[in-house]
């Protein structure tokens, strides 16, 4: 099962540019049953190994543009590491629901946001003006959502990319996806030492999604991006508002359980004491 999730998403970040953290920690977390912090690290480690791939194939094809990059790692690469940081403190605080919560919240978001920029992509011309200078203060917090995450890094900076930069398409991809890597490498190196991490489960993710990379970039020429963003962004929203929907149940059966605890304690309260009287 692990070896057939890691071909999957492998073969849609190399088809679309996206997915590597955004798919990997729903999935883990909803179908595996593993625990949030552990998972965000195995996705940031897993988005590593397969960016590892698909990289050096994106710089032979000359689809990285090096300058735009430079000011999207300035942003995102101190983000990456307040939005580890930050994951770590909602962990030792003993915040597990609440940062199911915000996983879904994150994911909820994303997706409802990439499926109108979907939309608005294909009634509208691109601008074709260079405001790639102003990536270095976007990619501050989409760095800290990856850090805090591992989601980010290939829907939000592609976007960004499209919105801000007269960059093809193909470059947009090769651009997101180096993006991508480096800050994935930076996140995964933090949580690595900060996060317990299940290293049998990250290698079996890693084993197929290199064969999910390779059959990915052998494809990616022939099939159309969008329909499959289309629906990976639908399918996001679905297990987003999963996230949302459990981390609500834990919350009212915790805010249900206390009026029945306040009510024993009522019983011993000094108004139960002149009723003995």
Known sequence: ??????????????????????????????????????????????????????????????????????????????????GSFFLKHLIDAGSANLLNAILGGILVTTAIWQIIFSFRHMEDNRDSRDRSRLLSWLMFPVGAEVGFSSAGAGALGSAALLSMTPLAPAQVVGTDIAFGFVVSLIGSGAHWFTHASNTGLLLQLIAGGVAGAVCGTLLSTRVPRRPLRFALWVWLLILGSQFLFNSYHVWAATRWSKPAGENSLSDHSPSGGGNKQ
């Open 1 to 82: 099962m692990q070896y057939v999730i890691g071909f999957f998403i492998a073969l849609f970040i190399a088809l679309t540019g996206v997915g590597a953290g955004t798919v990997t920690v729903p999935v883990l977390v909803l179908f595996l049953g593993v625990p949030a912090p552990v998972a965000v690290g195995i996705g940031l480690m897993f988005a590593t190994a397969v960016k590892l791939i698909l990289v050096p194939a994106q710089i032979a094809r000359k689809n990285v543009a090096w300058r735009t990059l430079g000011y999207m790692l300035l942003g995102g690469v101190p983000g990456v590491l307040v």
